[in-house]
């Protein structure tokens, strides 16, 4: 299943256009792309300040105190998705630059200097509250109430500009996009030429994050995982200021109705927070891992008419675990890429399989699909996610997964395997019809291979319920660890199902169904 857009530069590093490899042809020896430019002790690691272009700059003004952190891919897919911010390793354009006079005097309010402040730890929010994070925050003991702790004073503005904007999203998104482009036009190359799928991927990435202000332990997972992400977009400290700059002008115009001097502050410290988590996890990588891997097509099976199983064989070895994903961009539409889960666990001989399934106006998935072949040459970003095995404990495992959510619940099942454990895994197959299970006789392998697996098809036209009621059927689960991968819809209802059959939230975990609400294709 495909993740949300996001953009790449043509060789990880740049901002050109594609031409960063031809399919079939792996690169020749030395002339491989350059790798980015690591950032100096003193400037790689905070952003520059924001100032308003083509206003006069404000005197300066003592950095307020951070507020609290803020939250945001991802997709499940038999995987999850991410939003991305644009990348390149050339230096935004100056403060001082000029824009046109019109753009200039509509750009709303003058925003306050963005600037590095100390990450300050905020209050957990409410357990009701949904964030984009894989692994639910623990549910109060049995008896107890959930208190609810009070929102800090910015997520309480932050959250009032929110609901201000909510309903006009899409006009909100378009002049950030307009504000970016004008303000800053060197980073309109970095983005797809058609921006119709990549448009609000970054905006609702950054909202998202500041709406979440207060979950600290969710949030700043989240935030790290996604700064590493993007190092595969050439993405710089220095980007990050152009970006605030543009979403605070944004928010400033269609929030004007409650817009002001404190609103305005908390969204930069809302900003800054978030921009310096992601760009110290991305120095951090950069000391461990390249921001991306050359990898050959090995093998491409077609399972169904519009289902491949495509193998891959990385240019250099690739650390991973079950359960996780990984960003895939292919040679036929550069600086598109989408979120795909592994389908096997970490293998001897270094090779990574995927489940595709094309879906309409799907760029990459119909390209994995249909185009590619043995000796294509793809790129991947890092491993990422957390819907791994927890194996320090003996609890079972409840496995649902519905189309080619499949993929990562195979992976879990080899990784307990490889293990050794006898721990029970149960595995409920969901699909529409007959046709759609192209997995199962692989999964009933493994079933006839290992006694503590058990394996169950449900297929929807036959037994005229939905997946998760039909696991909710099959319980109790109270004593099982919980894994669910799949479209968005059958993650929500899967999620109450097991609720209510008596398993814990925080024993409960599946890709952000935030994230996967932004699937793209």
Known sequence: MDAPTTTSADNGTSGGGGGWFTPRNKPEPGNEPAPAEAPGPAAGRRPAAIRPVGRPTPPPQPAPPAAGTAQPESPPAGTAQHASPPGSTRPASSPGAAVPADTAASAGPVPTA???APFVSAVVPPAETRAPAQRPA???????????PAASPDALLVRRAMAEVTPVADKVTSYFYALLFVRHPDLRSLFPAAMDTQRDRLLRALLTAAEHIDNTDVLVDYLQNLGRGHRKYGTRPEHYPAVGECLIGALSKYAAGVWNEEMEAAWVRTYTTISQIMIDAAAADELRSP???YAEVVTHELRTPDIAVVTVRPDQPYPFLAGQYTSVETPWWPRIWRHYSFASAPRSDGLLSFHVKAV???WVSNALVHRARPGDIIRLGPPAGSMTVDHTTDSGLLC???GTG??????LVEDVAEHGERRRVEVFYGARTDHDLYDIDTMLRLQQTHPWLSVRAIIDQQAHQQLPDAVRAYGPWNEYDAYLSGPPGMIRSGV???????????RIRHDSVEELVSAGN
């Open 291 to 293: 921001a991306w891997w």
């Open 400 to 402: 649902v997964g519905g």
């Open 360 to 362: 309409p106006a799907g």
């Open 496 to 506: 109450d199902a097991l609720r209510d059959s008596g398993i814990p939230s925080d």
């Open 114 to 116: 963005l600037t590095p």
């Open 138 to 148: 623990p549910a109060p003991p049995r008896g107890e109430a959930a208190s609810a």
């Open 406 to 411: 499949i993929a990562p619940i195979k992976a």
